[in-house]
């Protein structure tokens, strides 16, 4: 049996930035962004259970989904924009952006593997 994957094992995350969303955005690529603390309980659950995994590396490398995740530990202002973006006031906050000039989608606070899979495998799919 292969050996199971620690709990802090997260997906190959980039660091957030608004620049590189911007980039990203503009060229029409799907972006998966997770916005994260190190005191966050909820954060840590979703991201053993639903954010980590080899289904979930699958997930993003099939529908070539980048990961961008943002640490907000410390109130990083950057990241407070973000928050602010979709009306939030802290973490966890999940956001989908499928590309191609659809309307990013934002995940409950609480997620499970085939909300997840479910939400990320309508990239570039889904009109709303």
């Known amino acids: 049996l292969p050996a199971a994957q620690p709990a802090s094992a997260v997906a190959a995350a980039e660091p957030y930035s608004a620049k590189r969303l911007a980039a990203l955005e503009q060229a029409g690529h799907p972006v998966f962004v ?16 639903a954010l980590s995994g080899q289904g979930f590396d699958d997930l993003l490398g099939r529908r070539n989904i980048v990961y961008l995740q943002g640490d907000w530990t410390n109130r990083d202002a950057e990241i407070t924009r973000f928050l602010e973006r979709f009306r939030r006031i802290g973490v966890p906050l999940y956001v989908f952006f499928p590309g191609g000039g659809l309307e990013p989608v934002v995940l409950p606070q609480i997620l499970s593997p085939g909300l997840v899979d479910d939400t990320l495998s309508g990239a570039g799919t889904k009109q709303s």
């Open 34 to 49: 997770n916005m994260t603390a190190a005191w966050c309980i909820t954060c840590k659950v979703n991201e053993r259970v």
